[in-house]
């Protein structure tokens, strides 16, 4: 899989702008604040995906202007594609191949990519949600029923939490907490199933890319820990029946009722990562946690490979001269054979590494 052409008008600072990437690598450089990461976020657009830097819609548009239009030709799934992208102030439209689409997710699984970028620091020393976010977003890539899921899932778990919160002080509705018990260990069972898989796959990916990147001095390891009470996790390497979530969610019931929210779930749910045994979040140190971020990027992208049989196109955001000349080496060798789009104020740190197009970006535009 591979960008043929960008346009794109009135995207932040980019007024306008087009580019014709190579099929290798993409070195795309300049100052700060001149456009190299708008760039790469308008890419990541087009995977379906909200932007990867949380920013709303209406924050996409440049000052001033009153609508943006992005429009991407790519070669996916063995043909000539192309999609479009237009988002003014009161709507969005999206179409693939010229025909419209409802929202932007039906883009979800026709191009695919992987972005990384130093706020996904957050995989490694954030939250547990970040943690589950990521791996959410993998599964939709390749799973398109697994969107759907967590959107039935969240809806029956806002239901569950508004009858705790009238629980609280009225018991007469005591009876329908058994019935959103049952829909959400439906759910909660197949979604904690499906990542769990995902996550045995993903620790051989990516546990192969940490040792590289460490020249073979340490190891990574992942492990899916399921959340049984307010204060207690288990260690899982298998599928959770229904019967199991059941039993959680019911000895759940009292403390879930006194604070008015479900405390177990797979919304409660946390990805243990780890270096040599040790939590990477509270003891690894700043390179270990962020080539342990890298490995799980990269991991993504490989298994994204082995799944569809293309290789997804990778967004490499600022990365490179945060890193020594072996891990600079090892993820050029290990991605040449993908489109890369690499941002850096200074193309000097990778210039001796690439076969492929630099791009110079200033003020939203290519010189």
């Known amino acids: 899989m591979n960008v043929t052409r960008l346009n794109i008008s009135n995207f932040r600072n980019i007024e306008h702008l087009e580019l014709e990437p190579d099929k290798g690598i993409n070195i795309i450089f300049g100052e700060n604040a001149q456009g190299k990461t708008n760039l790469i976020e308008c890419i990541w657009l087009f995977s379906g995906f909200r932007s990867f830097r949380g920013s709303k819609d209406n924050d996409l548009i440049r000052f001033g202007e009153d609508f943006l239009r992005t429009e991407m030709s790519f070669y996916g ?95 007469n509705n005591y009876e329908f907490l058994e019935i959103w018990n049952e829909e959400l260990a439906q759910k909660a069972s197949l979604i904690i199933s499906e990542r769990v898989k995902y996550l045995k796959m993903l620790t051989d990916t990516s546990s192969v890319i940490y040792s590289g990147l460490s020249r073979n001095k340490e190891n990574l390891s992942l492990s899916y820990m399921l959340k049984v009470s307010a204060n207690r996790y288990e260690n899982i390497n298998e599928d959770v029946d229904i019967d199991r979530m059941r039993e959680i969610l019911k000895q759940s019931e009292n403390s879930d009722i006194l604070y008015g929210t479900t405390n177990v779930g797979a ?101």
């Open 77 to 171: 799934s063995d043909r000539d594609q192309d999609a479009k992208l237009i988002i003014s102030r009161q709507q969005k439209k999206i179409l693939l191949n010229s025909v419209p689409l409802t929202a932007a997710s039906k883009l979800i699984g026709n191009f695919n990519c992987v972005v990384f970028a130093p706020s996904y620091l957050s995989l490694v020393k954030g939250n547990p949600s970040d943690r589950r976010k990521f791996i959410d977003s993998a599964l939709c890539q390749f799973r398109p029923f697994y969107a759907k899921l967590l959107t039935d899932y969240n809806k029956i778990l806002i239901q569950r939490n508004t009858l705790l919160k009238d629980l609280k002080h009225n018991r």
């Open 267 to 367: 919304h409660r749910d946390e990805i243990n990562i780890k270096i040599d045994d040790i939590s990477a979040k509270s003891f690894g140190s700043q390179g270990q946690q962020r080539s342990a971020a890298l490995a799980l990027k990269l991991g993504e992208a490989e298994i994204l490979k082995d799944i569809t049989g293309e290789r997804p196109v990778a967004l490499l955001d600022d990365v490179m001269s945060e890193l020594d000349v072996h891990r600079q080496d090892y993820i050029l060798n290990h991605i040449r054979d993908w489109q890369v789009f690499i941002t850096c104020c200074e193309p000097s740190t990778v210039l001796r590494l690439y076969d492929g197009k630099t791009f110079e970006i200033r003020n939203g535009r290519i010189i």
